[in-house]
């Protein structure tokens, strides 16, 4: 079971509006789509993405391979996640903005738990890439709690208390887990973007606490019809 004081610190405070009900996802099914190897051929940048919802059992899928929990006994005692962090901190919150609002995703129980009940998916997009399309289905926002940086349960290495050496530690950690999203789209047939965000915005609307940090956000969706024009045409780039 993770350390009681990272259990204390995942939420934010509450919103404005009152939070809608936990939408507890479906168990993850990865035995469809595209093998490992075709995967990583397939990995890229698609920025020309569809408004078309993903499906629920997808969206769950897609958040246990970005960062859900894959054993339940892991490093240190706590518990393992798909995606590797400084001394098993799991300091790296997903945030999951969507038409009807802003969900944390809490691997944990493998559920989404209601942050703000409105659409702020425009804030996930940076004040330079705004003539970008704005309305994919799913904004998943990066969001770094440093508290768990210092509390971590594993191994108690001085650099943890370094602002400079938790700096390095979290963008590893962000990156780690985007990488695992840009394969599981990839083996998918979805379109996948890590970008910038409006950090100060998405900071005052989800009431984040001090020790936490909104990052980056990743655009996922399906890709739009001129995006698969421009797969055959050969792979972009970030």
């Known amino acids: 079971m993770p350390h009681k004081t990272r259990q204390s610190t995942r939420g934010t405070r509450a919103s404005s509006r009152r939070p809608s009900s936990p939408i507890k996802l479906p168990r993850p099914k990865l035995r469809r789509g595209k093998s490992l190897p075709e995967s990583f051929r397939q990995r890229q940048t698609i920025r020309e993405i569809a408004d078309k919802k993903v499906p629920l059992q997808l969206l769950s899928n897609l958040l246990w391979a970005a960062c859900g929990v894959n054993r339940r006994k892991g490093p240190f005692g706590a518990q393992?996640?798909?995606?590797?962090?400084?001394?098993?901190?799991?300091e790296i919150d997903l945030f999951v903005a969507m038409e009807d609002g802003v969900y944390r995703f809490d691997a944990q129980h493998h559920q989404l738990l209601s942050v703000v009940a409105r659409d702020l998916r425009t804030l996930a997009i940076g004040h330079?890439?705004?003539?970008?399309?704005?309305?994919?289905?799913v904004q998943i926002i990066y969001v770094v709690d440093i508290h768990r940086l210092t509390h971590t349960s594993g191994f108690q290495?001085?650099?943890?208390?370094?602002?400079e050496i938790q700096k390095s530690y979290y963008y590893v950690d962000t990156g780690l887990i985007a990488g695992n999203v840009y394969l599981f789209a990839a083996s998918q047939g979805l379109a996948s973007w890590f970008h910038n965000c409006?950090?100060?915005?998405?900071?005052?609307?989800?009431?984040?606490?001090?020790?936490?940090?909104?990052?980056?956000?990743?655009?996922?969706?399906?890709?739009?019809r001129r995006s698969r024009r421009d797969v055959r045409q050969g792979p972009s780039r970030l």
């Not at 290495?157 to 602002?163: N, S, T, W, Y």
Request: aromatic letters at 4%; hydrophobic letters at 35%.
């Open 157 to 163: 290495e001085p650099g943890l208390h370094d602002p």
């Open 80 to 90: 393992g996640i798909t995606a590797a962090s400084a001394s098993n901190s799991q």
């Open 198 to 224: 409006d950090r100060r915005g998405l900071t005052r609307r989800l009431k984040l606490r001090a020790a936490q940090r909104v990052l980056f956000a990743h655009t996922v969706g399906y890709p739009a």
């Open 128 to 137: 330079g890439q705004r003539n970008m399309p704005m309305k994919a289905p």
